[in-house]
């Protein structure tokens, strides 16, 4: 299992969208939980979005219904689409993963020490 990459990070305006994507090698990808993670000067990691090995989705509350995660196993890569995105979206965002066994294919992990793997991060800014 490698490092996943997180891409797409940018400045954009209040209201506009971006992508995220987040590639994790290993052919072992379709049993791995992954999960976006961000990161503001002075504060924790705070979770945002994770998706289990299932294709189960969950969300912090802040980011519900802007926020939509999704897989494709086989190209390696989890997509976060960021929409209406807020001055208070701006932070480093973090893509994590870590491999799952049955019965936990279903689990999402919501908490940074569930995870084995993370990212180097991709900075996202908001402007007003």
């Known amino acids: 299992q490698g490092q996943p990459v997180e891409s797409g990070g940018g400045s954009v305006q209040t209201g506009d969208s971006l992508r995220l994507s987040c590639f994790a090698s290993?052919?072992?990808?379709?049993?791995?939980?992954l999960g976006w993670f961000r990161k503001t000067p002075g504060k924790e990691r705070d979770f945002v979005a994770g998706?289990?090995?299932?294709?189960?989705?969950r969300y912090a509350d802040s980011v519900k219904g802007r926020f939509t995660l999704s897989r494709d196993n086989a190209k390696n890569e989890v997509y976060l689409q960021m929409n209406s995105l807020k001055p208070e979206d701006t932070a480093v965002y973090y893509c994590?993963?870590?491999?799952?066994?049955?019965?936990?294919?279903?689990?999402?992990?919501?908490?940074?020490?569930?995870?084995?793997?993370w990212g180097q991060g991709t900075q996202v800014t908001v402007s007003s």
């Open positions: 994590a993963s870590t491999p799952t066994s049955p019965p936990t294919y279903v689990s999402v992990m919501i908490s940074s020490r569930d995870y084995d793997n």
């Open positions: 290993g052919v072992a990808f379709r049993v791995y939980a």
């Open positions: 998706i289990s090995a299932s294709g189960k989705t």
